[in-house]
């Protein structure tokens, strides 16, 4: 009998574990995601496209300077497999050291070139060639399309949408208080201007119409403390501006395009040839030889670094109050 007796006791003993083992996984957190699911995350683009992650993307291209800028300020180089061939350009881009640790250079690539590189997202502002998104989709690739920015704000929405895309959304946020920090740090200069001493600017661009209501430059100019002539005069982007307007206009500073795609084309001896005209010698800017070559991968971008555009206006205008060091460039990557 007490044989028996031990054997039901223990018995008892593992059946009292089991149902306590059941109970204790039964109270454990209901929301409590799978291990396994972790690092699964969606996404809706700009189109309103929902596009799924199995997990962060590690092969990424971008089809802008102004998007790999934005994805270089977020992760390091590693994650991208090219960036556009002008990345590299110490004229036309503020990070040519960065853009140097990738390799593959890429300008108009089709949806075979991209699809050849085994890219796990391509990310695509919407005023580029969009129809490809769809031929990339086809051939089975994510694809994010973001907005193509126009001013400061779709900026914003463009890095936040990219950092989810990119698994990194509170670098996103972080990225963003950085160029906030900035804006705020250059108004407060600003407002130190007296009225009287503000200018008016006039942008040449060799995109033509490049520079009126709703571009990006315009709305740099409203941050700056400046006058956009174009602006002023009723012109919107895409309008191009003719001797005799630019005459009317009488802007005090002229902002003149320094864009030589990789030191191939003279940029100094094209604009002068354009600024010998004697039509123009009555121009403020003329006159008091206020003809200026900004640093154009500032005044161009439309990445994180647009803040530096602010800055590059101010600094060309009213001085050395507002100067920063060439390769400047917000980033939240390391």
Not at 57 to 66: A, C, E, G, W
Request: with cysteine.
């Amino acid at each position: 009998m007490g044989q028996i007796q031990k054997t039901r006791k223990i018995f008892y003993i593992l059946a009292v574990i089991t149902i306590c083992s059941f109970f204790i996984a039964g109270c454990a957190p209901k929301n409590e995601p799978d291990k396994s699911a972790q690092s699964a995350y969606s996404v809706v683009d700009s189109h309103g496209t929902k596009v799924d992650f199995a997990k962060k993307p590690q092969k990424v291209i971008t089809l802008s300077m102004s998007t790999d800028e934005i994805v270089l300020g977020l992760v390091k180089p590693d994650k991208l497999i090219a960036v556009n061939y002008l990345l590299d350009d110490p004229v036309s881009s503020n990070i040519p050291e960065l853009a140097q640790q990738i390799p593959t250079k890429i300008k108009d690539p089709s949806a075979e070139e991209i699809f050849a590189m085994k890219p796990d997202l391509v990310i695509i502002p919407d005023w580029n060639n969009i129809e490809i998104a769809d031929n990339l989709r086809g051939l089975g690739l994510n694809v994010v399309i973001v907005p193509g920015a126009k001013n400061i704000d779709e900026v914003k929405t463009s890095i936040q949408l990219i950092a989810d895309s990119l698994g990194e959304h509170e670098k996103g946020t972080a990225l963003i208080t950085l160029m906030d920090n900035k804006i705020s740090e250059i108004q407060d200069k600003v407002a130190k201007i007296p009225q009287a001493d503000r200018k008016k600017v006039v942008i040449l661009s060799l995109m033509p119409g490049y520079g009126g209501i709703g571009s990006s430059f315009d709305d740099l100019c409203k941050y700056a403390g400046v006058t956009n002539g174009m602006a002023e005069a009723g012109m919107q982007n895409g309008q191009a501006i003719s001797k005799e307007e630019l005459v009317k206009i009488n802007p005090d500073v002229l902002f003149l395009p320094s864009y030589t795609d990789h030191d191939s084309i003279d940029a100094k001896a094209r604009d002068e040839k354009y600024l010998d005209d004697p039509a123009l010698q009555v121009i403020n800017a003329v006159k008091n030889n206020q003809l200026i070559y900004p640093r154009e991968g500032y005044l161009y971008s439309v990445s994180q670094n647009i803040v530096f555009g602010i800055q590059e206006i101010d600094r060309c205008v009213y001085g050395s109050d507002f100067d920063f060091p060439d390769k400047t460039h917000l980033s939240v990557a390391e």
